[in-house]
């Protein structure tokens, strides 16, 4: 078990209200799962990825990730473990613009203080497709593209987990489905866990298990029929 | 897996931090360099003074001797008596003297006359240094015969040649040479009083050595040995106090000259000092909008595992090689600088000034601006701690209000520390460090107040019946990402300054030139003798003036005050009457009555004439009774030219002495004083300068011990002055003026960049050209008469302040130049606002829209 979510709620505080967006969720993930998120507009999907990887807190309950309690260490130490465990690949990229693709690519690893990674993130660039946009800044690439460079720093620590918000939402459907298809396929490569938050129920059905939130509930978590074994 | 692994335990790979800080910036470059610019000239200000003082410090140590011609200077205001002049005689291996006083010179080629400042000189003064002449041989050669060195300003006035003739009192010299330069001399002190030199074998010819006139001797010695000066001047120091003698060495002399250009120094620093401050305002601005510009890249780095310190220490090392880049600028620019100071100052320096490079000064300068940079940079930098990676997910909440986060109001304690501590070393004392940085801050507070009160009053008060562009121009006061704190501030605090400069100068220029209206006395005729004072009466007549005042005046010395004479009253500490007070002549008048710029404000104006055995009683003017340290029925004892006369203070009077008119401290009754020997003065009106002129000749040809002051010539003179003072000033406020408009094009260029989404959007929505410009130019305006009306009000309140505080004048600012000053500074911020705002609007929105900003 590589995410153990256990009675967790959200709630935030706006001006004297209080307003609850997850309660008590509880849910276990496997390493090596590929798991989908669904759920309309405002059910809680982002606030909870957020949680799970380790970006913000939960009011009550705990999370563990590979045993540890993400919950009770304080920002910097989340930061590290994000860093050496964990990879993100969001919809709207978020690519440093001031950074060239290679440098994106580069900026995780070289947080991890690692020498030589410079042939690592050209070759993930060149598996994603990318060789010949090394030094392209991201204003200089296609949505698609800025999607690959995105998913190539995602693997570049190779994470025990990767959390993927929406990776298709600012996309084209071909562009979309060559996204997937590369995503599953470099994922099955690292063996990593993939949680992927998705509006896109035909990219939730490729995965093993979906869990369905509404109203900051869980409603169903089931697994699809590619799962490889009964969760 | 344990905690303790979990913890990073590196420290911050510094290569990485430099290299991250590098790729960060390398998209925003122009910009960095637009902010880091506001510092340039505080900082050029800075150095440039600096690398002076350390220039006038050296200089004067160099020249010391110089500044005084001599080792050692006695100095009487009158001529030395016979035990006076046997112990001078004993001193120094080389000796000169020298008399000074005002008279009217005559140009004979022209009829040109004017008040000078004679000096008549004998022996080889100076001993160090030279008489600087055209021709050069003149400055010594003129002492061989009956000529004279004129001030090289007089000889331009007058149109007058070397070779021609000048009249002083009643003897012609020949003009040998032009004096551009004496030792000790700042061309100030010459344009104040322009110097004429003669042999002093001639003086007795003059006439010009009557009772009366005001004389000033000084001897000079050069001494071989220093040693011995000092032990002749131990020996001698008793009896130069005893008769009232002053002395200066040229240590003295290099000391108080040091101390004098020392205050000067500290008063350009200052101003210097808020053209830095002006430009860190501009700093911790765009260094917030250019942070919050970040957060994005802050929270991907977060998220992708980035400590808060790393991130943190990115952006403070942009920031502090900005700051460096900024403060090394500013200091080259400084050292550049500091050669045109010299020539600004010249005429203010006693000294020649050198300007090679002043280390030191260059490193403060650096110093001074890496630390400010520093301290104003970290203020919007704190701020990066609290951005949490959820960004990446969605936009969090704003950030918590600085004064919620301890670190920064430690640090805003920290900048008010380092001002006062800075300022601190500028002036006097503590009390004034802490009054000129509340000065300073509560400029800012109010004028951010002023810019936070606009902001919600616009808000409140929505004039939502006006046309879309006014709106939209009304809006972008108040709605995210506006400029209007940053721009009120900066631009009202130049304003502030600009005005307050104006409006001083033009406050003592009124003042004078009042006193010069109509059928006001605009001439003074003194140094009259007794025996001149009916012929004189009768020229002021034959020339159809008005004889405003007739004046006798008698010079005393104070013997006594309360039975304390000086030695009793140098030991006794408790009655506080200054030594002073019974050194210097004292020039009294005797009269019944009251003129109108005098009223009584305690006890009783004598008004009966004294008959023999009555009590003599005084009337004195009201502040220099309270430097006298005495009372109503308290005793004084004058010495009249020999005779001790006993007084009894009978009266206290307020006078106003900004007339044109005789006025005086001490006031004897009717029938005291009608026999000592005595001069007169006489005050006229003159209504043309040709009528002044004619009149003058003739005074100056029958009477040449009579001396005229033309008050417009005096107004000139003080115009003069204050030019050269103000172009100093000027020269320094120009940094921060230039400073505030570096700032201004900052911010309006950041907020280009703020604004640039909503332009397009603006523009993709069919806005024309001249709607968007019209929108900017409304908000720009808006600003700028914001800023320019407060900046100006608060530069009136302190001239106010000044006037009334500092210089005991009503202050009555006209009209025009206000409206000069807040249309000028309106326009301008207009002018800036629209041609940052072309690119935009110039720029197809396609284009904008593509484009990384």
């Known amino acids: 078990m590589i995410l153990n979510v256990h009675n967790v709620s959200k709630t935030y505080q706006s001006g004297n209200k209080k307003l609850t967006v997850l309660h008590d969720i509880s849910f276990t993930i496997e390493a090596g799962a590929i798991v989908a998120i669904v759920g309309p507009s405002g059910s809680g999907k982002t606030t909870l990825l957020g949680l799970c990887a380790g970006l913000d807190r939960a009011s009550a309950g705990t999370i563990e990730f590979n045993k540890m309690r993400m919950d009770d260490r304080s920002e910097d130490e989340r930061a590290f473990i994000r860093n050496r465990y964990i990879g993100f690949i969001f919809q709207n990229f978020q690519l440093i613009p001031t950074l060239t693709a290679l440098e994106n690519v580069m900026v995780p690893l070289e947080l991890q203080g690692e020498k030589h990674i410079r042939p690592r993130a050209v070759a993930l660039l060149g598996k994603v497709g990318l060789a010949d946009r090394l030094h392209h800044y991201p204003a200089q690439l296609s949505g698609g593209e800025q999607q690959r460079v995105s998913i190539a720093r995602a693997f570049s620590t190779r994470p025990k987990i990767l959390f993927a918000d929406e990776p298709t939402g600012n996309l084209d459907d071909e562009t979309s489905a060559k996204i997937v298809s590369l995503l599953f396929e470099l994922n099955r490569e690292a063996g990593t866990t993939l949680i992927i938050v998705t509006h896109n129920s035909e990219l939730a059905e490729s995965t093993q298990r979906i869990i369905r939130l509404k109203g900051g509930h869980i409603i169903a978590d089931e697994p699809t029929s590619n799962t490889p074994l009964a969760v | ?853």
């Open chain 2, 1 to 853: 897996m344990s905690t303790d692994q979990l913890l990073p335990d590196k420290k911050p790979d510094i290569r990485w931090l430099l290299l991250m800080a590098w790729r960060d910036s390398r998209r925003n470059r122009s910009r960095l360099v637009l902010f880091m610019s506001s510092i340039v000239l505080g900082i050029a200000a800075l150095v440039a003074i600096f690398s002076l003082s350390d220039h006038v410090r050296n200089d004067i140590n160099n020249q010391a001797k110089t500044l005084l011609g001599s080792d050692l200077v006695i100095e009487s205001n009158k001529a030395a008596d016979s035990s006076v002049q046997m112990m001078l005689d004993t001193l120094g291996n080389q000796r000169s003297q020298e008399c000074r006083f005002a008279s009217m010179i005559y140009f004979t080629k022209n009829n040109g006359t004017r008040l000078v400042q004679v000096l008549a000189l004998d022996g080889d003064y100076p001993y160090y240094g030279r008489l600087e002449t055209v021709p050069v041989e003149a400055g010594t050669d003129f002492r061989k015969g009956q000529q004279a060195l004129v001030d090289q300003t007089l000889m331009l006035q007058f149109d007058a040649k070397i070779g021609d003739s000048i009249r002083v009192g009643e003897l012609t010299f020949i003009i040998a040479g032009t004096l551009t330069r004496a030792p000790g001399r700042s061309g100030l002190s010459t344009t104040i009083a322009p110097p004429v030199y003669i042999p002093f074998r001639y003086l007795q010819q003059t006439g010009l050595l009557q009772k009366g006139s005001r004389f000033n001797y000084s001897y000079y010695f050069r001494y071989d040995d220093q040693t011995a000066m000092d032990k002749q001047l131990a020996a001698i120091s008793p009896v130069l106090e005893s008769k009232g003698l002053d002395y200066e060495t040229a240590e003295s002399r290099k000391r108080d000259t040091g101390r004098q250009f020392e205050d000067v120094s500290r008063f350009l620093t200052l101003i210097g000092f808020i053209a830095l401050l002006l430009g860190c305002i501009g700093i911790a601005s765009s260094i917030n909008i250019y942070i919050r510009e970040k957060i994005p890249a802050i929270a991907i780095l977060r998220c992708m595992g980035a400590s808060t310190k790393q991130t943190f220490l990115i952006y403070l090392i942009q920031i502090t090689i900005l700051g460096f880049i900024g403060a090394v600028t500013g200091a080259l620019l400084g050292t550049v600088a500091q050669q045109v100071l010299p020539f600004v100052l010249k005429d203010i320096l006693p000294v020649q000034i050198s300007t090679s490079v002043s280390w030191p000064s260059v490193a403060k300068g650096i110093g001074l601006g890496v630390i400010l940079s520093f301290l104003f940079g970290l203020l919007p930098l704190l701020s990066i701690r609290s951005i949490s990676p959820l960004y990446t997910l969605r936009v969090s909440v704003e950030p918590a209000p600085a004064w919620r986060n301890p670190w920064q109001v430690l640090l805003f304690a920290a900048i008010l520390f380092f001002i006062t501590l800075f300022t601190r070393l500028q002036v006097q004392s503590w009390t004034q460090a802490f009054i000129f940085t509340a000065g300073v801050l509560a400029a800012f507070l109010l004028l951010t107040a002023v810019a936070v009160l606009l902001r919600g009053m616009v808000r409140r008060f929505f004039p939502s019946s006006l046309s879309y562009l006014w709106r939209q121009g009304f809006a972008n006061l108040y709605r995210p990402n506006n400029q209007t704190i940053l721009l009120v501030v900066t631009i009202g605090l130049g304003t502030l300054f600009i005005g307050i400069l104006y409006f001083m100068q033009d406050m003592l220029m009124s003042r004078v030139s009042m006193s010069a209206g109509n059928n006001q006395p605009n001439m003074v005729l003194f140094d009259i003798q007794t025996t001149q004072k009916a012929a004189v009466t009768k020229l002021v007549e034959q020339y159809h003036l008005p004889l405003y005042q007739d004046v006798p005046i008698v010079t005393m010395r104070i013997e006594e005050i309360n039975g304390k004479n000086a030695a009793a009253a140098k030991k006794d500490s408790v009655s506080g009457i200054p030594a002073r007070a019974f050194e210097g002549e004292l020039r009294v008048t005797y009269r019944d009555s009251l003129t109108n710029t005098e009223k009584i404000t305690a006890g009783k104006l004598e008004t009966k004439p004294y008959t023999p055995g009555d009590n003599i009683y005084i009337s004195l003017e009201e502040r220099y009774a309270n430097h006298l340290k005495v009372s109503i029925g308290d005793s004084i004892l004058f010495n009249v030219q020999g005779a001790l006369l006993p007084t009894i203070v009978g009266s206290f009077r307020d006078v106003d002495w900004r007339r044109v008119q005789t006025n005086f401290r001490v006031i004897f009754p009717a029938g005291v004083l009608e026999d000592a020997p005595q001069f007169y003065v006489l005050v006229t009106r003159v209504s043309s300068n040709e009528a002044s002129a004619s009149f003058q000749q003739a005074v100056v040809r029958q009477f040449p011990n009579v001396s005229v002051i033309d008050l417009g010539l005096i107004l000139k003179v003080l115009d003069e002055v204050l030019d050269k003072i103000g172009f100093v000033i000027r020269f320094m406020a120009g940094f921060s003026i230039i400073t505030g408009l570096i700032v201004l094009i900052a911010s309006v260029y950041v907020s280009k960049f703020q604004r640039i989404q909503e332009t397009v959007l603006l523009r993709t929505l069919g806005a024309s050209r001249k709607q968007l410009y019209m929108i900017t130019a409304l908000e720009y305006f808006f600003l700028g008469t914001l800023a320019a009306g407060t900046g100006i009000l608060l530069s009136l309140g302190c001239s106010y302040i000044l006037a009334k505080y500092s210089f005991d004048a009503s202050f009555s600012p006209s009209l025009m130049p206000i409206l000069v000053l807040f249309f000028s500074i309106s326009l301008l911020t207009v002018a800036i606002g629209l041609f940052n705002s072309r690119g935009i609007v110039n720029t197809p929105p396609l284009e904008v829209l593509r484009k990384e900003v």
